[in-house]
């Protein structure tokens, strides 16, 4: 484009303020010279066109006018036809590489190294070169690179990567473990179930990567349009050069072709071929800068004429983070009590339920205990010794395991909630939630005021907190415990 732009700017400039330069074979070398490198892939695509017997489309029409400016000498008019149709076409390419490129950033969270079990060590190699059957093990905080079995008796993963779940979910011995998910508390050891590139991830990532850029409704226009539009044009040209014959007196031949091959380049829509792309590519441009990513511009014009909206949860309509919202007390314990063995105990673990427990400890000041023992129990909480008693903090699944009964109304709250037990029995509870984004209710009204009315919240969290949220932006339909095939299948 560089080249054919230079060279047409250079002729054009060279005619104007010296003619004699560039003027007869000098000028067909010279603009012939500017053309091939833009018109010589359009005249392939369209030779490619016609071979499967599309016979009128867009590239015909563009490559008959090209030959028609060359034949009555109006060289910058058939490198100008290519040069801006390429222009448009690379720019909406570029956009849409951007964004597919974007896409695949935020979907390829697989991590480059992972600690196989090989020999009786642990051996540092790339997820590639894992084959399924080995073991790997996968410490706190770290991402699982490969699909496969869990060994380890239990373990707590967060699977916010896969299913947007706030919180982290817990995985039996024997249960599967997807590449993406991030172990939460303690190393874990995984027999591989699949190659690298067949994991769940993977996959995803390959139907992005493979889903085509389709064409929009508008450029299919086009490509409808080109095929009754150009063999029109074609034989209107050969008209203006043939039916005079009948009527004019002085016919001569070369003036009516050389009219002919005029309407043929005037008649080649420029505007429309060019004007197509470059739009689709502002508009794609345009949503980036505000973060939105479309993939193609079918996808630009799909979203004029929605009627519905599926959001998911979190991050996207809450912030992602914990926060506390309140706190329950049994009668004869006090606040201040509970929630210094709450956070003593909290302190020790890296769940970010945990630590959202022990920043509203610390918010108000409580003293913290030492805690004389401690153990993890994976996916439901701990069990730990403080001053002599016996202190279970976790979620209801722990307290059954302790046997010690919660209030109704406290389990069934719609926030998350973590339980606290002294001495087998019911302490309190602190209450959680993931907090509303600041523009999410804003959001909402904007698309009621467009016409869009149908809009429901589709999550992996919990059904009660999924209400919640629901109820708070007004939502009538909402959907909880839902994995992504789920999803799928709810918007369906």
Known sequence: MGISFLLLATGLLLSHYAGGLIAGGVAFVWYAAAFLPVGWPI?????EEVRKGHLFNEFTLMILACLGAFLIGEYPEAVAVMLFYTVGETLQHGAVDRATGSIYGLLDVRPEKTLVVRDGKLTELSPAQVRP?????????????LDGILLNPSAAFDASALTGESMPVSVDEGGEVLAGMIVEDSPVRIRVSAPYDRSSLARLIELVRDASSRKAPAEKFIRRFARVYTPVVFLLAVAVVVVPVCFVCDYVFSEWLYRGLVFLVISCP????????????AGIGAASRSGILFKGGNYLDAIARISGIAFDKTGTLTSGRFEVTGVDVAPGTDEEELLSVMTSVERRSTHPVAAAVVSYGEARGVAVAEVESMTEIAGKGIEAIVGGKRIAVGNAGLMARNGVECPPAVDE???????????GRYAGAVMLSDLLKQ???AAIESLRRLGISNIALV???????????ASELKIAESFGALHPEDKIRCID
């Open 43 to 47: 005249m392939k695509e369209g030779f």
């Open 133 to 145: 059957g080995e073991i790997i093990e996968v410490r706190p905080g770290e991402r699982v690179a």
């Open 270 to 281: 420029c505007a429309l071929v060019i004007s197509v792309p470059l739009g689709y590519f």
């Open 413 to 423: 709250c719609q926030s998350t909630a973590v339980f606290c037990a002294v001495d």
């Open 439 to 441: 523009d999410a209710a």
């Open 459 to 469: 999550s992996g969290d919990r059904r009660q907190p999924v209400g919640k949220i």
